[in-house]
C-alpha cells in the first residue's frame, strides 16, 4: 500500500478541524455549556466493494448506500492514515508522486464516507449553503445537495508546484457527511470528475 502523502491527508483532515475551529469562531458557548464533542467515524475497509462491471470499474460502499464509476482509465487505491480514517483513492494513468509519496501530477480523486455524531460540520455545511464565498458553489449528487469549496494558488509557480483542490462536501442526513475530497495537477481534470459525479448513485 502506498504511503499517504501529506497534502492529501491534510485535505482529508480539513473536514475535521476545520469545522470545529469555525464553529468556536463564531460565537464561544456559554460558559455554563459543555460540548462534549464524539470522534468522527469513517467507513473502513470492510464497507467498500470494488469491482468490474460491464468494463467499468465500480466502487460500492454498501453501508453508506452510495456506488460510483471509477473514470475511464483511472486506478483504485484503498488507503488509511494512523488516526483510523479510511478513504478510496482514484488516481489517473499519468499521476506522478514525490519523494514523500505525495500526489505531483495527474489527477486524483479521494472518496470518503464521515459520520459526525454531533452533527456540528453537517449543520455548518447547510448553513454555508445559503451564503456561499466566491470560491464555493452547490453541486447536486442525485437528490443530494452539497457544497463545493475550490481551493486555487493565487500565482502561477504555486499552481504548478501545489495544483488546485477541490473539497465537495454532501451532507446525506443529519449526521452523515459524503466528503470528495479532488487533487488536480498537470491538465484538465474537469471531464473525469464530471464523469464520476455524474455516476454516484445514492440510496
Not at 497534502?7 to 464553529?23: D, K, Q
Not at 467499468?56 to 483504485?76: D, S, Y
Not at 480523486?109 to 459520520?115: E, L, N
Request: one cysteine or more; aromatic letters at 10%.
Amino acid at each position: 500500500m502506498r504511503k499517504v502523502g501529506k497534502l492529501e491527508l491534510a485535505v482529508l483532515l480539513l473536514l475535521l478541524g476545520g469545522g470545529a475551529f469555525l464553529y468556536w469562531a463564531m460565537g464561544l458557548p456559554d460558559k455554563k455549556e459543555t460540548f462534549n464533542l464524539e470522534p468522527t467515524r469513517w467507513s473502513q475497509a470492510e464497507d467498500y466493494e470494488i469491482r468490474e462491471e460491464n468494463g467499468r470499474i465500480v466502487v460500492q460502499n454498501h453501508r453508506a448506500g452510495f456506488v460510483f464509476a471509477v473514470p475511464e482509465g483511472w486506478g483504485t487505491e484503498k488507503q488509511n492514515s494512523t488516526y483510523d480514517e479510511f478513504w478510496i483513492a482514484l488516481r489517473s494513468p499519468d499521476a506522478k508522486y514525490d519523494q514523500n509519496s505525495t500526489l505531483r501530477g495527474g489527477c486524483g480523486i479521494d472518496v470518503a464516507f464521515i459520520d459526525h455524531p454531533d452533527t456540528l460540520n453537517v449543520d455548518m455545511i447547510r448553513g454555508r449553503m445559503k451564503d456561499l464565498f466566491d470560491h464555493q458553489k452547490i453541486v447536486k449528487l442525485n437528490s443530494y445537495n452539497g457544497i463545493q469549496t475550490t481551493d486555487r494558488p493565487d500565482t502561477e509557480e504555486q499552481r504548478i508546484k501545489y495544483g488546485t483542490n477541490i473539497i465537495i462536501e454532501v451532507p446525506l442526513n443529519n449526521e452523515d457527511i459524503l466528503s470528495i475530497g479532488t487533487l488536480f495537477y498537470q491538465g484538465d481534470c474537469s471531464t473525469p470528475l464530471q464523469e464520476f459525479l455524474s455516476s454516484f448513485q445514492i440510496d
